[in-house]
């Protein structure tokens, strides 16, 4: 069922929730793709209904970012999660979920983080993304009222955000990350993926082979974290724009003296122009 208005989303919801059933959300910006779907099937095993929602979030864009560009495939997206069973497609306009704000600070409520958990990865180089992220994430939980969230790994900052939020705003939530999915390759699946040609999802492997050769290194002894870091840049090349790579506590993104089975290995880096994220956990999760 495709649904573009909060007051029909509300409409169902409250239908299920005089049956006691109980209710999963799985945020997405659509062009979805076997990570998104690995959420949705996680979703259908823990609820009785679920909510997918399909939404490019403009105030998580910076002004050079690709919110334009970033692809829109509805028609496609309602075929695959039709074919999972998910029982609502909610894909409002950003007027449906913002109003008649111009979307800026000067006007719209934001649910604004920590600064010290978004002044470092993602959040270092796109100022503002997190906010942007937070309030429709409030949004959706407040349209939605789901027990419970799916969200990818590939998005660590954004989980552990998140996660923080609903337990700061003592939000009625539980948030469940998902593993990473990856195509044959290796390579992290993304919707920014479609941007790469052949030849660059080649040259994007970089990330998931030095993050496994970080891992493999740690297993081997090596905790300290800059020499981990080190081994990255044999598989650097003229191809890869490398914006960061850290080493963590996967819990709290704090920095600590040495790796150990609670860091988190996080990269960042632009391949024919797509920036691209992935991370690795040091020890099982």
């Known amino acids: 069922m495709l649904l573009n208005t909060i007051n029909e989303v509300r409409a169902e919801v409250k239908k ?38 399909v939404f490019v979030n403009p105030i998580q864009f910076g002004p050079s970012e690709d919110f334009d560009k970033y692809p829109r495939t509805l028609d496609e997206d309602m075929k695959l999660c039709d074919g999972e069973g998910v029982d609502i497609v909610f894909a409002p306009t950003p007027k449906e979920m913002y109003g008649d704000c111009r979307l800026s600070n000067d006007c719209l409520t934001y649910v604004c ?70 195509e044959n390759s290796g390579l992290a699946l993304s919707s920014r993926n479609k941007y790469l040609s052949d030849e660059g999802k080649k040259d994007a492997l970089v990330l998931s082979q030095i ?9 081997k002894g090596v905790t300290d974290i800059e020499a981990l870091k080190e081994t990255a840049y044999s598989y650097l090349t003229e191809k890869h724009d490398l914006e960061y790579l ?6 709290t993104l704090e920095e600590e003296m040495d790796a150990n089975d609670n860091s988190i290995a996080l990269i960042a880096c632009k391949v024919e122009g797509v920036r691209l994220i992935d991370n690795i956990y040091f020890s099982e999760v």
């Open 246 to 251: 850290e080493i963590y506590n996967k819990n």
């Open 211 to 219: 993050l496994n050769n970080i891992k493999a290194c740690y297993k």
């Open 16 to 53: 299920w929730r005089a049956e006691g059933l109980k209710v999963g959300l799985v945020p997405t910006m659509g062009a979805l793709h076997e990570g998104h779907l690995s959420l949705i099937k996680r979703a259908k095993t823990e609820c009785d209904k679920v909510v997918v929602s």
């Open 113 to 182: 983080p920590p600064f010290f958990f978004v002044d470092k990865l993602c959040g270092k180089s796109r100022v503002g993304h997190f906010d942007g992220v937070c309030t429709v994430v409030m949004k959706l939980f407040n349209i939605v009222q789901p027990d419970c969230a799916f969200f990818g790994q590939k998005d660590a900052q954004q989980v552990i955000i998140i996660k923080k939020m609903v337990r700061d705003l003592n939000i009625p939530v539980e948030v469940i990350q998902c593993p990473i999915v990856r």
